[in-house]
């Protein structure tokens, strides 16, 4: 299978390129499916078709890397809206985006270019979100994520199930995906991750664990990712409505 694609850096480059994966090795457990949930048709395409076609609509992305399951039968049987090519993931979310990043270091990625992450499982992010978030990983030394506010009130909760305290959500946002990062700073921050063994959730969680600030871009409450059954019928609303 392929795997290639056609510390201090400086933020005065002034075209950086972007190098885009797709992390597409989970089997999304939650969502209580015998597939993939990557896999899940909507309005006659899986899930992960619309999501590559939804970053094809940038301008800044032109090609991209899937990261699959080394026992992934299906990937390789879709029509995709970019050129595609493939690797390896791992057991966890952040060895399948350090396999996807050590493939595009192979395919002669440059400390300086920008590697953007998406989950396979995101497909209603808008093209002008996704040039937002990439225009600012340009400005910023480290990178940029998409999210979004807290609107709900928070409660902390025991575990017996009563709730002990609300939480002050002023300052408090949603991650989102696509998230955008300086190349070898991420390579470097998921190689400390492996070396201090720790759990994260996205990788904009490694740059915090080491100190390193990321800017944050307002998106919208459309960039949904199917985790639970009942948001396939709002995703298949959403992208029927486009």
């Known amino acids: 299978m392929t795997q ?3 510390d201090s850096v400086s933020i005065d480059s002034t075209s950086p ?22 896999y899940t048709a909507v309005n006659g395409k899986t899930i992960l078709q619309q999501s590559v076609a939804a970053l094809a609509a940038s301008s800044y992305i032109k090609q991209l890397l899937l990261v699959i399951a080394k026992d992934d039968k299906v990937a390789n049987s879709l029509d995709f809206s970019l050129p595609v090519t493939f690797t390896y993931g791992g057991d966890e979310r952040w060895q399948s985006v350090q396999a996807g ?7 002669g990625a440059k400390d300086e270019d920008l590697i953007l992450i998406h989950d396979a499982a995101r497909p209603c992010v808008l093209a002008q979100h996704i040039d937002l978030v990439i225009q600012a990983a340009m400005q910023h030394p480290y990178g940029a994520i998409l999210g979004v506010p807290v609107a709900d009130t928070l409660k902390q909760v025991s575990v017996e199930g009563d709730i002990q305290a609300t939480i002050d959500r002023s300052s408090l946002w949603q991650a989102q995906t696509p998230q955008v990062f300086r190349a070898a700073k991420l390579r470097q921050v998921l190689r400390y991750v492996a070396d201090e063994g720790l759990m994260i959730t996205d990788e904009a969680s490694a740059f915090e664990a080491m100190g390193h600030s990321i800017k944050i871009v307002p998106c919208n409450n459309q960039n949904l990712k199917l985790t639970y059954a009942e948001d396939l019928t709002l995703i298949e609303s959403i992208l029927g409505s486009r």
């Open 17 to 38: 390129r972007v190098f885009s994966l797709i992390v597409a090795a989970g089997k999304g457990s939650r969502f209580g499916s015998d597939i993939p949930k990557q």
């Open 4 to 6: 290639t694609i056609s």
């Open 101 to 107: 990043v050590e493939a595009v270091f192979a395919a």
